[in-house]
């Protein structure tokens, strides 16, 4: 079935370092790229995504690559806060005109940044 | 504007006990899907609501059942409950059943003792 694999697990950069996460997908016809930050007590929230059409996309310090051929997308991170600490996730669908398609999800990235 | 909104916020059940789950969508929102997160782990797809339909199901065995509402609320039951069934449980809203982008609450977390 549908697999995604994300690393590292945990993460701890200096305040305004930067932070890279990467995932890996197995189903080669997923077309929709999310990632989503989920702070304590709270459900994850979409911080930004990307579709397989497109190689990268950028909002102001978050950034996503996507690699279609290596099956591969990761998750930018520059000028790290301590208020950008949370657990990332990724998630692989491949959704479309035939219908929503579940959301599979990564295992997660624990992000610390230290003042 | 209201978020996605899940009712109760904690919950504590016995083994073999049922329980049902609740969740309001975002305003505007008409399709409803569930997940449950298990401690450390990713969401894990239920199923997803639409139009008062069960549309998708993810790897879930029938004990986990669900209903959607005309004014697009919906519930998620769990019956027989097991301890593993301990997990904190997801809905996410989105607008269309086709729409990927989804909004998610602050969950249910289902302690099975």
């Known amino acids: 079935g549908e697999n995604v694999e994300q690393h590292p697990s945990t993460l701890s950069v200096q305040e305004g370092d930067s932070a890279v996460i990467k995932c890996t997908y197995s189903?080669?016809?997923?077309?929709?790229f999310p990632w989503y930050k989920q702070e304590l007590g709270k459900g994850p929230q979409l911080i930004i995504d990307i579709r397989s059409n497109v190689g990268e996309k950028k909002d102001q310090r978050i950034a996503v690559t996507l690699n279609k051929t290596a099956k591969h997308f990761s998750l930018h991170i520059t000028e790290t806060q301590p208020e950008d600490s949370a657990v990332y996730f990724c998630a692989a669908s491949r959704g479309g005109l035939s219908g929503f398609q579940k959301l599979v999800f990564g295992t997660g990235t624990r992000l610390l940044v230290s003042p | 504007d209201a978020g996605v909104t899940q009712s109760p916020t904690h919950l504590i059940k016995t083994r073999g006990q049922q329980v049902t789950l609740r969740c309001s969508p975002k305003s505007g929102h008409d399709t409803v899907s569930w997940y449950q997160q298990a401690l450390g782990q990713g969401p894990q797809f239920i199923f997803q609501?639409?139009?008062?339909?069960?549309?998708q199901r993810g790897n879930f065995p029938d004990r986990f059942s669900g209903h959607q509402f005309p004014n697009y609320s919906s519930e998620l039951n769990v019956n027989a409950l097991l301890l593993g069934d301990s997990a904190l449980y997801l809905c996410?809203?989105?607008?269309?059943?086709?729409?990927?982008?989804?909004?998610f609450g602050s969950g249910t977390q289902l302690s099975v003792l």
């Open positions: 189903d080669s016809a997923s077309n929709y």
């Open positions: 609501y639409y139009e008062e339909e069960e549309r």
């Open positions: 996410a809203s989105s607008l269309g059943s086709t729409n990927e982008k989804l909004f």
